[in-house]
């Protein structure tokens, strides 16, 4: 699964470790959009339907590409 720039930053931003867990965490940041923020509200759409498409076993392999881990940085 491809998933844009954006798509990978929004999701870096809630960080959920399981699949449905970010779909969730999505579909409720959407009840809080304002009429303005359509275009946040179609990228956080196309990253839920690709989430969906997903199985949980494919987002596990690929949550490390996906969502950065900031909590574990090298110095």
Do not use: P
Request: glycine share 4%.
């Amino acid at each position: 699964m491809n998933f844009t720039v954006e798509e990978t930053n929004l999701m870096c931003i809630y960080g959920t470790q399981t699949r449905q867990g970010l779909i969730d965490d999505l579909a409720e940041m959407q009840t809080h959009l304002q009429s303005d923020e359509a275009e946040l509200r179609e990228l956080a759409n196309s990253v839920i339907a690709k989430l969906s498409a997903m199985r949980d076993e494919d987002f596990a392999a690929a949550s490390d590409e996906l969502i950065a881990d900031f909590g574990e940085t090298e110095v």
